[in-house]
Each structure stands twice: as structure tokens, then as C-alpha cells.
């Protein structure tokens, strides 16, 4: 089944703590993203990828990091998380050719930093 | 850089009445405008999209229109169910290459009565 798979879904971490929230796709696509959801705010996109070794700022950067060592892998990585890091955050994969926009979501994974 | 408005942010309808859903952008470039619908615990799905060299799509139950002069667009589903019931997301984006990034509105939550 083509998915983008999410881990954990679950997240609850206290300040400073360092996590990695990983994201795989099987889909082979090139261009990966993560996007965090916020009340009134819709879906924000934190970094994207538009393939291996590739990856540069979304919208909303400050306070993440991401890698893209590999085709199917995009982690997120929060060196320091705060409170203000409280989200729902949503990975993406799509094709990187014209006339393939569409983008593919995870499930979601719910992080709350106390 | 682009900015979407998505209004309303709460919409209730009968059962089979129609639901309507806008947005506005600000980029007049922006050329690509397609609608996610995210159900309860999932990430959101793709379910119609918009080029600007078109003025009306129509799948079935649902329709986008696009007024690239007064540049909004908007979200027509027809004969509600209660499935439809669902955050809905619109986007907009500029279709520059292989570029990927989408800038969604707040979203609208819309709930069918049955």
C-alpha cells in the first residue's frame, strides 16, 4: 500500500529534551515536507526537500532541523523543544515532476511539549 | 510571499443541502489552487485542484471556481452527506518548476446535520 507512515504518533517530551520524529514514504517520490498544524493557523511548512541531500526553509524553520540522507526518509528533529513547539505535525511526499502536485500526507503525529 | 484567507471557519448544512467554502490570495502569480480535506485523526487528502488557465472544475459532487481578477476561489459540494463532514483546507501556490510549496488557508470545519 502506497503511505506515508509517521513515528511516534504520540508524543509527550518535557523542554530541552531532544526528539526525532521520522517519516518514510514508499512511493519513491523526490520531494518530501513538514508541515505543523495549529489552531486558526492551517498548516504551516516547517522544511521541504526536493530530493536526497537536498533541503531548505519553509515558512516556519525557527527551532527545527531536518535531513534527507536518504530517498524514502525525511526525520524532523527538534534539538531544543518548548513549549511553543506544541503541534500536530504532518508529513508530505509528492512527485517532483511537472504535472504531479499532489501531495500525499502522514498520519500526523501529536507532540506536546510541557 | 503568498497569503491565503479561508472563510467560513465553521460551517453546519442539512443533509444534502449544498456547502460553499472561500479563499482569497494575495500573489496574483500564484497559478495552482487545490482543496484538501483532512477527517478526524487523519492527514489531510487531496480531492479537487485548479489551474489558472481554468475557471470552473467539477468532480462529481464537488466544484472549484476560480476569479483569478478578484483572485479568490472557492469550494462548491452539492447534495451534502454525512460524510462530507471534515476540516477542508484550500491552498495556493505558484507552479514554478518542480516547486512544491503550498501556502493553506485556516480551514473550515464543516459538519452535515443529518
Known amino acids: 500500500e502506497a503511505q506515508v507512515t509517521q513515528n511516534p504518533r504520540y508524543l509527550i517530551t518535557v523542554t530541552g529534551k531532544k526528539l526525532t520524529v521520522t517519516c518514510s514514504q514508499n512511493?519513491?517520490?523526490?520531494?518530501m515536507s513538514w508541515y505543523r498544524q495549529d489552531p486558526g493557523l492551517g498548516l504551516r511548512q516547517i522544511y521541504y526537500?526536493?530530493?536526497?541531500?537536498?533541503?531548505d526553509k519553509g515558512d516556519v524553520p525557527e527551532g527545527y532541523k531536518v535531513s534527507r540522507k536518504e530517498k524514502r526518509n525525511f526525520p524532523l528533529i527538534l534539538e531544543s523543544p518548548s513549549p511553543n513547539q506544541t503541534s500536530l505535525y504532518f508529513c508530505?511526499?509528492?512527485?517532483?515532476?511537472?504535472?504531479?502536485?499532489?501531495?500525499?500526507f502522514g498520519p500526523g503525529t501529536r507532540l506536546t511539549v510541557t | 510571499g503568498e497569503n491565503v484567507e479561508q472563510h467560513p471557519s465553521t460551517l453546519s448544512v442539512q443533509e444534502g443541502d449544498s456547502a460553499v467554502i472561500k479563499c482569497t490570495y494575495s500573489?496574483?502569480?500564484?497559478?495552482?489552487f487545490p482543496w484538501y480535506k483532512q477527517e478526524l485523526g487523519k492527514g489531510p487528502q487531496l480531492i479537487i485542484d485548479?489551474?489558472?488557465?481554468?475557471g470552473e472544475k467539477k468532480d462529481q459532487r464537488i466544484a472549484v471556481t476560480l476569479n483569478k481578477t478578484a483572485k479568490h476561489f472557492s469550494l462548491h459540494i452539492t447534495e451534502t452527506q454525512p460524510e462530507d463532514s471534515a476540516v477542508y483546507f484550500c491552498?495556493?501556490?505558484?507552479?514554478?518548476?518542480?516547486?512544491?510549496?503550498?501556502?493553506f488557508g485556516s480551514g473550515t470545519q464543516l459538519t452535515v446535520l443529518p
Open positions: 508530505a511526499s509528492s512527485k517532483a515532476r511537472d504535472g504531479y502536485y499532489e501531495q500525499y
Open positions: 512511493m519513491n517520490h523526490e520531494y
Open positions: 526537500s526536493m530530493n536526497v541531500e537536498v533541503t
Open positions: 500573489d496574483s502569480a500564484s497559478n495552482y
Open positions: 485548479i489551474r489558472s488557465n481554468v
Open positions: 491552498a495556493a501556490t505558484l507552479i514554478s518548476g518542480s516547486a512544491r510549496q503550498l501556502t
